[in-house]
């Protein structure tokens, strides 16, 4: 009898699982688009994956980058802090945001690619490759662009190495000071509420054919962070708000973030 209740239960847990499972693809499903996601616990090493095959496969990281890139242009002590300037030299963007002086939060804020093109301008190309070694952040093709490399395809990343990285970011398991992981902490801190605290970087890698958004970071709860890659094709920006979208629905799913109220 324990043997027959232990296989109903596990049936049972399988099946619910099954369906949560299905609930993340029918996200992708109703966007009629594309695209990977993983979710893991910080703590336990949970899993969930939705296209585990594209989780594996590597894409242009564009600005999800700057989440590694902020941590070494502060220890490498080319930008001081969140507040520091970065200044305009009154080039002209589409990006109105982007036209003007920078702190370093609001660049990462903005996605300012021009700001961040700047930091990597004085960390030096050279220092890169040992850098992305050190944190396992991808794979970088050499030659390369010292400050196009993470834009024109250069580096690849895929989502799951992407979670790897990020746990790193959360466990302060890579050796930077302890002010830059502060920094990076307060200028990647997207939303806050009383039962959780959202980290995260959109990034939009334009230079193939389909595109590829990507929003990737981590959600505190209680006592663990989750972390989170999801990437997805693009056929134009209209499908940018999915990423996000996509990738908070994916946690609700879960139950890692509370469902959305319905309001009457």
Not at 4 to 26: D, G
Not at 222 to 229: G, I, P, Q, S, V
Not at 243 to 259: E, F, M, N
Request: proline share 4%.
């Amino acid at each position: 009898m324990p043997t027959l209740l232990i296989s109903i239960f596990l049936l049972c847990f399988s099946l619910f699982a099954y369906a949560e499972e299905v609930a993340i693809a029918q996200l992708f499903s109703k966007a009629g688009i594309d695209g990977t996601v993983l979710i893991e616990s910080a703590n336990t090493g949970q899993r969930f994956v939705h296209n585990n095959a594209r989780s594996k496969h590597a894409f242009t990281p564009a600005s999800t980058f700057k989440v590694l890139n902020t941590l070494i242009a502060l220890d490498e002590d080319v930008i001081a802090a969140a507040g520091a300037i970065i200044p305009w030299n009154g080039t002209q963007f589409e990006i109105t945001d982007w036209n003007h002086d920078q702190t370093l939060e609001s660049a990462f804020k903005v996605s300012c690619v021009w700001c961040y093109q700047e930091l990597a301008r004085r960390v030096g190309a050279v220092k890169y490759p040992a850098y992305l070694h050190q944190a396992h952040y991808g794979q970088l093709r050499q030659p390369f662009n010292g400050t196009e490399f993470w834009l024109d395809g250069s580096l690849t990343i895929s989502a799951e190495q992407q979670v790897a990285f990020l746990k790193q970011v959360v466990k302060r398991s890579l050796p930077y000071q302890t002010s830059s992981y502060d920094t990076l902490k307060t200028i990647m801190l997207a939303e806050t509420t009383p039962h959780y605290r959202l980290y995260a970087k959109t990034g939009w890698a334009t230079r193939s054919t389909p595109g590829v958004g990507w929003y990737v970071g981590y959600v505190e709860v209680a006592e663990d962070a989750w972390l989170f890659a999801l990437n997805l094709d693009t056929r134009n920006a209209a499908d940018l708000p999915l990423r996000k979208q996509i990738a908070l629905d994916s946690l609700r799913a879960k139950g890692i973030l509370p469902a959305n109220r319905v309001t009457r």
